[in-house]
């Protein structure tokens, strides 16, 4: 398999898209990994997994009509495989396998019969456990990699800051030649209205040198300016509070003209249309509840 991943917009060929079959009973709150989880289970609005599935497969039908090649991971029984964002990323040619959660480790095994189909010698891992790095937190954009963190003094004990600087050094060291940007990231156990769990919850490209930001997402309005400055505040739909939690920055591109999104992103959908894009609306609102949406679910292997 040729990979080839250069940016979050070009013309998607292949890719894995999660599953949420046998996904297991509803977690109890200490097994929670993020706030908005913790918030709907203990509402007892905890996502039930016959409506998740029927959301996903809305998704692999869209990917069917734009022809894309797509691949999901081996079932897992009573484990939660959705986020397939998360345990591995492409950029360029390299596929690089995440450092992941530990209690997620098996993730990675179901997609193992992709793997084997990519030159071994472009699969990367970390090669020690102290470098931790996400899916979510990292975005290829052409000449640059911009990439989620956290650089707060508690790091260690904040379970939703997933990406720390050792992983943002490792990426560099992968792509010398490439711009690559670190963004502190405001994170929160306590509200998911405050927390920015991966840069893909409160930033996205999308379109032709467009963006979609949150800009109280970021703790340093430096690395907010950056992205003012490099896009162009007329090309960013800046999300509110509310569209943050509900996960608008966390559509997904097939293709520069064609973006897969939440059917109740009524504002940012009418955006997007205003800027001849085409949205493919879909449910994803249960699967939203686990603070994660259309790109956390999907991990691009090929775009032109």
Same mark, same amino acid.
């Given at each position: 398999m040729q990979l080839n991943i250069q940016n979050e917009t070009? $013309? /998607? $060929?292949?890719?894995? /898209?999660?599953t949420a079959k046998s996904n297991g009973p509803v977690p109890k709150i200490e097994e929670a990994y993020d706030p908005k989880s913790i918030e709907h289970i203990k509402a007892g609005t905890y996502p039930e997994e016959s409506a998740m599935v029927t959301e996903m497969e809305s998704v692999a039908k869209v990917f069917e009509k734009y022809d894309v090649k797509v691949? $999901? %991971?081996?079932i897992i029984k009573d484990y939660n495989q959705i986020f397939a964002r998360d345990i591995a990323l492409v950029i360029e040619d390299k596929f690089i396998k995440s450092n992941i959660l530990p209690d997620r480790e098996k993730e990675i095994k179901a997609i193992q019969y992709v793997i084997d189909q990519i030159d071994p010698d472009k699969v990367y891992k970390a090669p020690s456990e102290d470098i931790h790095f996400e899916g979510g937190d990292i975005m290829v954009h052409n000449d640059h990699i911009f990439i989620g963190t956290y650089k707060g003094d508690d790091y260690s004990d904040c379970i939703v800051a997933r990406t720390n600087m050792k992983? =943002?050094?490792y990426i560099q060291s992968l792509f010398p030649n490439k711009i =690559?940007? &670190? *963004?502190d990231l405001n994170k929160s156990m306590k509200d998911p209205r405050d927390n920015a769990l991966h840069l893909d919850c409160c930033f996205q490209p999308v379109g032709n040198n467009k963006a979609i930001i949150h800009k109280e997402g970021f703790r340093d309005v430096l690395d907010y300016e950056y992205l003012v @400055? /490099? *896009?162009g505040n007329e090309n960013l739909f800046h999300i509110d509070k509310n569209e943050m939690y509900n996960m608008n920055s966390n559509i997904f591109s097939i293709a520069e003209d064609v973006v897969i999104s939440e059917k109740n992103f009524t504002r /940012? @959908?009418?955006w997007m249309r205003? @800027?001849? !894009? !085409? =949205? &493919?609306? =879909? %449910?994803y609102a249960e699967i939203a509840k686990q603070e994660g949406l259309l790109r956390c679910s999907t991990m691009p292997l090929i775009r032109d």
């Open positions: 070009s $013309r /998607l $060929r292949a890719v894995v /898209l999660g691949y $999901r %991971p081996d992983g =943002v050094a =690559v940007k &670190e *963004f @400055n /490099l *896009f /940012l @959908n009418t205003s @800027n001849n !894009i !085409i =949205v &493919e609306e =879909v %449910p």
